[in-house]
């Protein structure tokens, strides 16, 4: 989908936590809270519900690029494992806190540009009614 005029990409928008649309004003209002609107375009963020997408993605590949990384180093050098929980822990929560915000960001631009929403059923009027000439049982 071609993107407006001026408008950074979504993945430069998310990495910079930026509004989508301008780029300039502020995604959120706190660590991870979306701000009601950009002070910069008067973009109001009400369209922007990632839901729990970004905790999922983060502590996926936070995850599993931690853990195989714990394993290779677990086997290799077999260290104590006072000294493994020393530095997982830590890599795993520093992990997710660090790449948390700007991936929620990332998914919002995505939800931006693409227009995404919550789906709508549109009723046609004619429900429980069957269409003109069905007959399923052939009589
Ligand atoms: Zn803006």
Redesign the pocket.
Known sequence: MARDIGSPSSLSAGLRC??P?????HLFQGFLKIADA?E????KFDFADPADGPAFFVMSGVGILVVAIWAIWAVAAQPPIWAQFLVVVPALVGGCLATLRPVKAWLVAEQYVHKAEEGRWASTGAHGKAPEGYNPRGW
Do not use: H, M
């Open positions: 930026r509004c649309r301008c780029g300039e004003g950009c910069a375009c008067g973009l």
